[in-house]
DNA sequence: CAAATACCTATTGACATAGTAGGTATATAC
DNA sequence: GTATATACCTACTATGTCAATAGGTATTTG
Protein backbone atom coordinates (compact mmCIF):
# COMPACT_ATOMS: atom_id res chain seq x y z
CA UNK A 1 0.00 0.00 0.00
CA UNK A 2 2.66 2.54 1.10
CA UNK A 3 5.87 2.07 -1.39
CA UNK A 4 9.34 2.79 -1.06
CA UNK A 5 8.83 6.31 -2.34
CA UNK A 6 6.94 7.05 0.51
CA UNK A 7 8.71 5.25 3.07
CA UNK A 8 12.14 6.65 1.92
CA UNK A 9 11.01 10.33 1.38
CA UNK A 10 10.23 9.53 5.61
CA UNK A 11 13.49 8.82 5.96
CA UNK A 12 14.81 11.41 4.19
CA UNK A 13 12.81 13.99 6.03
CA UNK A 14 13.71 12.57 9.09
CA UNK A 15 17.69 12.48 8.09
CA UNK A 16 17.63 16.23 7.09
CA UNK A 17 15.75 17.00 10.03
CA UNK A 18 18.83 15.30 12.17
CA UNK A 19 21.72 16.37 10.26
CA UNK A 20 20.58 20.09 9.09
CA UNK A 21 22.03 22.00 11.78
CA UNK A 22 22.39 25.18 10.28
CA UNK A 23 24.00 24.35 6.54
CA UNK A 24 22.93 21.83 4.00
CA UNK A 25 22.80 18.30 3.84
CA UNK A 26 23.72 16.65 0.48
CA UNK A 27 21.73 13.74 -0.74
CA UNK A 28 24.82 11.65 -1.22
CA UNK A 29 25.27 11.25 2.63
CA UNK A 30 21.77 10.77 3.12
CA UNK A 31 22.24 8.04 1.03
CA UNK A 32 25.21 6.59 2.91
CA UNK A 33 23.40 6.67 5.78
CA UNK A 34 20.07 5.39 4.95
CA UNK A 35 22.25 2.63 2.83
CA UNK A 36 19.84 3.66 0.12
CA UNK A 37 20.17 4.48 -3.83
CA UNK A 38 21.15 7.98 -4.44
CA UNK A 39 19.80 7.84 -7.97
CA UNK A 40 16.42 6.81 -6.77
CA UNK A 41 16.54 9.41 -3.61
CA UNK A 42 16.71 12.06 -6.29
CA UNK A 43 13.70 10.51 -8.45
CA UNK A 44 11.95 10.89 -4.95
CA UNK A 45 12.60 14.59 -3.95
CA UNK A 46 11.30 16.80 -6.66
CA UNK A 47 7.85 16.48 -5.68
CA UNK A 48 9.14 18.00 -2.14
CA UNK A 49 11.11 20.76 -3.43
CA UNK A 50 8.21 21.85 -5.70
CA UNK A 51 5.86 22.18 -3.23
CA UNK A 52 8.52 24.15 -0.79
CA UNK A 53 8.76 21.17 1.82
CA UNK A 54 12.39 21.19 1.06
CA UNK A 55 14.54 23.69 -0.36
CA UNK A 56 18.03 22.47 -2.93
CA UNK A 57 21.01 24.03 -3.29
CA UNK A 58 22.76 23.34 -6.31
CA UNK A 59 27.00 23.27 -6.43
CA UNK A 60 29.44 22.55 -4.18
CA UNK A 61 28.38 23.03 -0.53
CA UNK A 62 24.63 22.39 -1.69
CA UNK A 63 22.33 20.29 -0.40
CA UNK A 64 18.78 20.45 1.25
CA UNK A 65 17.04 22.02 4.28
CA UNK A 66 14.04 21.77 5.67
CA UNK A 67 11.92 24.99 4.84
CA UNK A 68 9.99 24.82 8.31
CA UNK A 69 9.56 23.36 11.97
CA UNK A 70 9.52 19.59 12.27
CA UNK A 71 6.22 20.10 14.21
CA UNK A 72 4.72 21.51 10.35
CA UNK A 73 5.25 18.81 8.46
CA UNK A 74 2.10 16.53 8.57
CA UNK A 75 2.10 12.91 7.09
CA UNK A 76 -0.54 13.17 5.08
CA UNK A 77 1.43 16.10 2.78
CA UNK A 78 4.49 14.25 2.37
CA UNK A 79 2.72 11.08 2.10
CA UNK A 80 0.44 12.72 -1.10
CA UNK A 81 3.28 13.88 -2.43
CA UNK A 82 5.40 11.04 -2.73
CA UNK A 83 2.62 7.97 -3.37
CA UNK A 84 0.54 7.80 -6.11
CA UNK A 85 -2.69 7.72 -4.68
CA UNK A 86 -3.34 7.08 -0.66
CA UNK A 87 -7.08 5.97 -1.25
CA UNK A 88 -7.58 2.84 -0.36
CA UNK A 89 -9.95 1.86 -3.46
CA UNK A 90 -9.91 3.29 -6.98
CA UNK A 91 -13.11 4.70 -7.24
CA UNK A 92 -11.69 7.33 -4.36
CA UNK A 93 -8.43 8.34 -5.80
CA UNK A 94 -8.24 12.23 -7.39
CA UNK A 95 -9.70 12.35 -10.48
CA UNK A 96 -11.16 8.87 -11.37
CA UNK A 97 -14.02 8.65 -13.41
CA UNK A 98 -17.55 8.43 -11.70
CA UNK A 99 -18.67 5.01 -11.02
CA UNK A 100 -21.74 4.00 -12.65
CA UNK A 101 -22.72 1.71 -9.86
CA UNK A 102 -22.67 4.75 -7.53
CA UNK A 103 -26.31 5.16 -6.73
CA UNK A 104 -26.84 2.20 -6.15
CA UNK A 105 -23.20 1.34 -4.30
CA UNK A 106 -23.89 -0.56 -0.97
CA UNK A 107 -19.94 -0.45 0.09
CA UNK A 108 -19.25 3.36 -0.72
CA UNK A 109 -20.00 4.24 2.19
CA UNK A 110 -17.66 1.51 4.21
CA UNK A 111 -14.50 2.49 1.54
CA UNK A 112 -15.04 6.25 2.71
CA UNK A 113 -15.07 5.67 6.16
CA UNK A 114 -11.60 3.67 5.73
CA UNK A 115 -10.71 5.82 3.51
CA UNK A 116 -10.77 8.61 6.38
CA UNK A 117 -9.33 6.89 9.00
CA UNK A 118 -6.69 6.24 7.34
CA UNK A 119 -6.10 10.50 6.00
CA UNK A 120 -7.00 11.20 9.79
CA UNK A 121 -4.51 9.36 11.39
CA UNK A 122 -2.22 10.62 8.91
CA UNK A 123 -2.76 14.33 9.08
CA UNK A 124 -1.93 13.47 13.65
CA UNK A 125 1.56 12.46 12.57
CA UNK A 126 4.24 15.08 12.17
CA UNK A 127 7.64 15.31 11.49
CA UNK A 128 8.71 16.14 15.37
CA UNK A 129 7.24 12.86 16.65
CA UNK A 130 9.98 11.41 14.44
CA UNK A 131 12.90 13.05 16.08
CA UNK B 1 -4.27 -0.84 -1.60
CA UNK B 2 -7.69 -2.45 -1.79
CA UNK B 3 -7.91 -4.61 -5.39
CA UNK B 4 -10.55 -5.94 -7.14
CA UNK B 5 -10.37 -9.33 -5.24
CA UNK B 6 -11.26 -7.98 -1.99
CA UNK B 7 -13.91 -5.53 -2.97
CA UNK B 8 -15.83 -8.48 -5.56
CA UNK B 9 -15.71 -10.61 -2.41
CA UNK B 10 -17.70 -7.90 -0.25
CA UNK B 11 -19.94 -7.85 -3.38
CA UNK B 12 -20.69 -11.43 -3.41
CA UNK B 13 -20.94 -11.81 0.44
CA UNK B 14 -23.57 -9.12 0.58
CA UNK B 15 -25.28 -10.57 -2.75
CA UNK B 16 -25.38 -13.79 -1.40
CA UNK B 17 -26.85 -12.77 1.97
CA UNK B 18 -29.36 -10.57 -0.10
CA UNK B 19 -30.31 -13.52 -2.29
CA UNK B 20 -30.02 -16.97 -0.94
CA UNK B 21 -33.87 -17.27 1.43
CA UNK B 22 -33.30 -20.53 2.19
CA UNK B 23 -31.49 -22.18 -1.14
CA UNK B 24 -27.99 -22.03 -2.63
CA UNK B 25 -27.32 -19.03 -4.90
CA UNK B 26 -25.53 -19.73 -7.97
CA UNK B 27 -22.35 -17.51 -9.20
CA UNK B 28 -23.41 -17.58 -12.56
CA UNK B 29 -26.47 -15.78 -10.73
CA UNK B 30 -24.36 -13.40 -8.62
CA UNK B 31 -22.21 -12.53 -12.03
CA UNK B 32 -24.62 -11.78 -13.85
CA UNK B 33 -26.45 -8.97 -10.83
CA UNK B 34 -23.39 -7.72 -10.23
CA UNK B 35 -22.04 -7.48 -14.10
CA UNK B 36 -18.89 -9.07 -13.18
CA UNK B 37 -16.52 -11.59 -14.96
CA UNK B 38 -17.65 -15.22 -13.79
CA UNK B 39 -14.42 -16.93 -13.93
CA UNK B 40 -13.40 -14.64 -12.41
CA UNK B 41 -15.29 -14.69 -9.16
CA UNK B 42 -14.55 -18.34 -9.50
CA UNK B 43 -10.94 -17.29 -8.18
CA UNK B 44 -11.70 -15.21 -5.86
CA UNK B 45 -13.98 -17.76 -4.02
CA UNK B 46 -11.89 -20.23 -2.88
CA UNK B 47 -10.35 -19.16 0.22
CA UNK B 48 -13.71 -18.14 1.46
CA UNK B 49 -14.89 -21.40 1.32
CA UNK B 50 -12.08 -23.46 2.02
CA UNK B 51 -12.18 -21.12 5.57
CA UNK B 52 -15.99 -21.84 6.31
CA UNK B 53 -17.15 -18.30 5.31
CA UNK B 54 -19.22 -19.79 2.72
CA UNK B 55 -20.74 -23.27 1.76
CA UNK B 56 -20.52 -24.20 -1.99
CA UNK B 57 -22.52 -27.23 -3.47
CA UNK B 58 -21.90 -28.54 -6.89
CA UNK B 59 -24.59 -29.83 -8.90
CA UNK B 60 -27.17 -28.59 -10.35
CA UNK B 61 -28.85 -26.66 -7.98
CA UNK B 62 -26.39 -25.73 -6.49
CA UNK B 63 -24.68 -22.90 -5.40
CA UNK B 64 -23.59 -20.69 -2.19
CA UNK B 65 -24.53 -19.58 0.94
CA UNK B 66 -23.53 -17.94 4.03
CA UNK B 67 -22.72 -20.56 6.98
CA UNK B 68 -23.25 -17.14 9.78
CA UNK B 69 -25.36 -14.99 10.35
CA UNK B 70 -24.07 -11.56 8.63
CA UNK B 71 -23.47 -9.67 11.71
CA UNK B 72 -20.73 -12.50 12.29
CA UNK B 73 -18.65 -11.86 9.50
CA UNK B 74 -16.51 -8.99 10.76
CA UNK B 75 -14.97 -7.23 7.44
CA UNK B 76 -11.27 -7.62 8.91
CA UNK B 77 -11.73 -11.58 8.25
CA UNK B 78 -12.71 -11.35 4.42
CA UNK B 79 -10.19 -9.09 3.18
CA UNK B 80 -7.69 -10.77 5.22
CA UNK B 81 -8.81 -14.08 3.18
CA UNK B 82 -8.97 -12.32 -0.38
CA UNK B 83 -6.30 -9.57 -0.39
CA UNK B 84 -3.32 -10.66 -0.68
CA UNK B 85 -1.63 -8.55 2.46
CA UNK B 86 -3.09 -5.65 4.03
CA UNK B 87 -0.39 -4.25 6.11
CA UNK B 88 0.29 -0.42 5.05
CA UNK B 89 4.36 -1.35 4.46
CA UNK B 90 6.40 -4.56 3.41
CA UNK B 91 8.07 -5.44 6.77
CA UNK B 92 4.85 -5.53 8.57
CA UNK B 93 3.30 -8.61 6.47
CA UNK B 94 3.07 -11.77 7.70
CA UNK B 95 5.89 -13.70 6.77
CA UNK B 96 7.96 -10.87 5.64
CA UNK B 97 12.06 -11.03 6.84
CA UNK B 98 13.05 -9.42 10.02
CA UNK B 99 13.98 -5.99 8.96
CA UNK B 100 18.10 -5.40 9.70
CA UNK B 101 17.28 -2.07 11.02
CA UNK B 102 14.48 -2.49 12.95
CA UNK B 103 16.47 -1.65 16.30
CA UNK B 104 17.43 1.50 14.83
CA UNK B 105 14.23 2.06 13.32
CA UNK B 106 12.23 5.66 13.66
CA UNK B 107 9.73 5.04 11.72
CA UNK B 108 8.06 1.38 12.75
CA UNK B 109 5.79 2.87 15.77
CA UNK B 110 4.18 4.96 13.11
CA UNK B 111 3.78 2.40 10.18
CA UNK B 112 2.75 -0.06 13.15
CA UNK B 113 -0.19 2.32 14.16
CA UNK B 114 -1.57 2.81 10.83
CA UNK B 115 -1.62 -1.19 10.22
CA UNK B 116 -3.95 -0.62 13.67
CA UNK B 117 -6.30 1.72 12.39
CA UNK B 118 -7.12 0.01 9.39
CA UNK B 119 -7.29 -3.39 11.60
CA UNK B 120 -9.64 -2.04 14.02
CA UNK B 121 -11.63 -0.43 11.26
CA UNK B 122 -12.02 -3.58 9.10
CA UNK B 123 -13.01 -4.99 12.54
CA UNK B 124 -15.46 -2.84 13.58
CA UNK B 125 -17.74 -3.68 10.30
CA UNK B 126 -19.79 -6.34 9.86
CA UNK B 127 -21.39 -8.13 6.99
CA UNK B 128 -24.80 -6.63 8.66
CA UNK B 129 -23.90 -3.02 8.07
CA UNK B 130 -24.31 -3.43 4.44
CA UNK B 131 -27.31 -5.04 4.07
C1' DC C 1 -28.20 -39.41 -19.23
C1' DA C 2 -28.10 -34.41 -19.81
C1' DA C 3 -27.58 -30.20 -17.70
C1' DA C 4 -26.01 -27.18 -14.25
C1' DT C 5 -23.09 -26.14 -11.00
C1' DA C 6 -18.59 -25.76 -8.24
C1' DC C 7 -13.77 -26.31 -8.69
C1' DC C 8 -8.98 -26.31 -10.82
C1' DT C 9 -4.89 -24.62 -13.60
C1' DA C 10 -2.63 -22.19 -17.22
C1' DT C 11 -1.98 -18.03 -19.92
C1' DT C 12 -2.03 -13.13 -21.13
C1' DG C 13 -1.84 -7.94 -21.63
C1' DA C 14 -1.28 -3.95 -19.15
C1' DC C 15 0.66 -1.52 -15.59
C1' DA C 16 3.36 -0.29 -11.36
C1' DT C 17 7.48 -0.84 -8.70
C1' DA C 18 12.19 -0.28 -7.68
C1' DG C 19 15.60 0.65 -9.24
C1' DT C 20 19.97 1.57 -12.91
C1' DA C 21 22.19 4.62 -16.04
C1' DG C 22 23.83 8.63 -18.14
C1' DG C 23 23.69 13.08 -18.70
C1' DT C 24 22.96 18.59 -17.77
C1' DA C 25 22.83 22.80 -14.97
C1' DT C 26 24.67 25.43 -11.29
C1' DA C 27 27.22 27.10 -7.56
C1' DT C 28 31.44 26.84 -4.70
C1' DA C 29 36.39 26.16 -3.46
C1' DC C 30 40.88 26.50 -4.66
C1' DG D 1 38.72 30.32 -14.06
C1' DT D 2 38.90 25.70 -13.70
C1' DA D 3 37.87 21.55 -11.25
C1' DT D 4 34.62 19.71 -8.15
C1' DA D 5 30.46 18.83 -5.93
C1' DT D 6 25.99 19.13 -5.90
C1' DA D 7 20.97 19.23 -7.52
C1' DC D 8 18.15 18.17 -11.35
C1' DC D 9 16.36 15.74 -15.60
C1' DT D 10 15.07 11.82 -18.75
C1' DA D 11 15.30 7.31 -20.50
C1' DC D 12 15.51 2.48 -19.84
C1' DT D 13 14.87 -2.23 -17.59
C1' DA D 14 13.77 -6.37 -14.88
C1' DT D 15 10.40 -8.12 -12.01
C1' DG D 16 6.04 -8.75 -10.20
C1' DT D 17 1.05 -7.94 -9.61
C1' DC D 18 -3.52 -7.19 -11.34
C1' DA D 19 -7.49 -8.39 -13.70
C1' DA D 20 -8.98 -10.96 -16.22
C1' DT D 21 -9.71 -14.85 -20.18
C1' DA D 22 -9.75 -19.60 -21.35
C1' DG D 23 -10.44 -24.35 -21.13
C1' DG D 24 -11.04 -27.98 -18.69
C1' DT D 25 -12.68 -31.62 -14.60
C1' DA D 26 -15.65 -33.25 -10.80
C1' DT D 27 -20.10 -33.63 -8.83
C1' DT D 28 -24.94 -33.52 -8.12
C1' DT D 29 -29.71 -33.04 -9.56
C1' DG D 30 -33.83 -33.44 -12.66
Redesign the interface.
Known sequence: ??STRG?YA??VM?DIATNQGDGYVPMKDVALRQ?LSLKYLEQILPPLTKHGLLIGIQGKGGGYRLTREPKDYH?SEVLNLTEKD????GCLKEGAPACE?KGAC??IA??E??DK??K???ES?TLA??L
Open positions: MIRLRIGMLAPVRKTFWGMVIDYLYDF
